[in-house]
Structures are given as C-alpha cells and as structure tokens.
C-alpha cells in the first residue's frame, strides 16, 4: 500500500511533463510573432511605393488583412501611355546608353505579376490583363496572407522589346505595396493541428521508452 502513492505520483508526472512542454512548445512562438508584430507597427508608413514615374496606375488592395483571410487585389494600368513615356525616354538616350536596361522600342501588350513570400496567390507568374480596353489594362488577384508582421507584394511588368530585328524580354518592378497582417491564432490551430498531435505524441513515445527499458 505505501509503493502505491510514489507509483501515482511518477505516474501523474510523466502525465504533466508533456502537457507542459506542448504548452511552451505552443506558447513561445506565438507570443514572439506577437511580440515582433506588436513591434512593427500595425500599419505601414507607406502602403503603397510606386517603381516608376506613372500617374496612371491604380491600385486597389487593403493596408491591412488578417492572416489567413483572403483579399482582393486589382492592378488598372494606362498601358498605352505608360509604353509612349518609356519608348520617349528610351529615344532620347545617348548611343551606347539604355534607360532602364531597355533598348529599342517596347511593344504595347505586357503582362504583369504579383509576389509575395509571405503570400498565396491563386494566380502565378506572368498574367494578361483580364480585360483591355481603351489602352487601360487590368489585373486581378486573390491574395491569401500566410504569416503576420509587415508584409510586402510586389507588383512587376513583363515587356517585349524589339531592337532592330532581336526581340527580348524585360522585367520592370512597378510598385510595393506594404500590408499589415494581424495574426489569426485559432486559424493557424485549425491549419496545423497534426503538428499539435506530432508534438503531443512525441514526449509520450519518449517516455513510454524510457519506462520499458527502465522496467
């Protein structure tokens, strides 16, 4: 009768032991993001960065999201006119020289791209514009945020370029724009509960271990 209470007591033990090192294992992450998060500030000081010297481009997105919440991002750009200023400037370089890396005379279609690290985009890479009409071409996207902080897209152009009889391709960035992403927590246990599990089952299997050989 006096072994029972040291057995239950070790028993309890090795019952609390992986309890307690889920919880810090759990905790401690997400009170760093918090931390740094709380430390970046909830709103960026500059939403939106424009690359280049347009005054046509439009673009609609929110300064702030919450992780894992999608959004919607449209891009309208005045191509037209956004391809007679660079070809203008292209013309007036000096021989030898290239504005923007670019030579010759840029075609009137581009596409254009989002990325984000911290993002998923339901569209990749270079896309057409969804429509074009007018000379004013237009982008959309449905971002989904994976991690939360200040976090950055980046808005790029494709051109096609023609000097003389070579035609290349030319990747221009057009714009950044800054999002502040407020971390959702009960989503993210949604999202990776079986880690959760992975972490609850591994100091059992431990201990289990430890007792069969101990035995």
Do not use: C
């Amino acid at each position: 009768m006096r072994n029972s209470e040291p057995e239950s007591s070790g028993l309890n033990f090795n019952l609390i032991m992986p309890a307690a090192l889920l919880l810090v294992l759990l905790i401690v992450p997400f009170s760093i993001n918090s931390f740094l998060h709380f430390m970046s500030g909830k709103r960026p000081a500059n939403p939106v960065v424009m690359k280049l010297p347009v005054d046509s481009a439009s673009l609609t997105m929110p300064s702030s999201a919450r992780q894992y919440e999608s959004f919607d991002v449209a891009l309208n750009l005045e191509t037209k006119h956004l391809v007679k200023f660079l070809n203008e400037l292209i013309a007036t370089a000096s021989e030898g020289t290239s504005i923007l890396g670019i030579t010759g005379v840029i075609a009137p279609n581009m596409r254009a791209e989002v990325i984000g690290e911290d993002f998923e985009i339901d569209r990749t890479g270079p896309l057409d514009p969804v429509s074009d009409y007018g000379g004013t071409a237009s982008w959309r996207w449905r971002v989904t945020p994976e991690s939360s902080g200040n976090q950055v897209l980046t808005f790029q152009l494709h051109l096609l370029t023609q000097d003389n009889a070579q035609v290349g391709a030319k990747i221009l960035e057009l714009a950044e724009a800054n999002v502040a992403v407020e971390s959702n927590w009960s989503e993210g246990f949604k999202r990776h509960w079986y880690w959760i599990a992975l972490l609850l089952l591994m100091p059992l299997a431990v201990i289990v271990g430890l007792r069969r050989r101990m035995a």
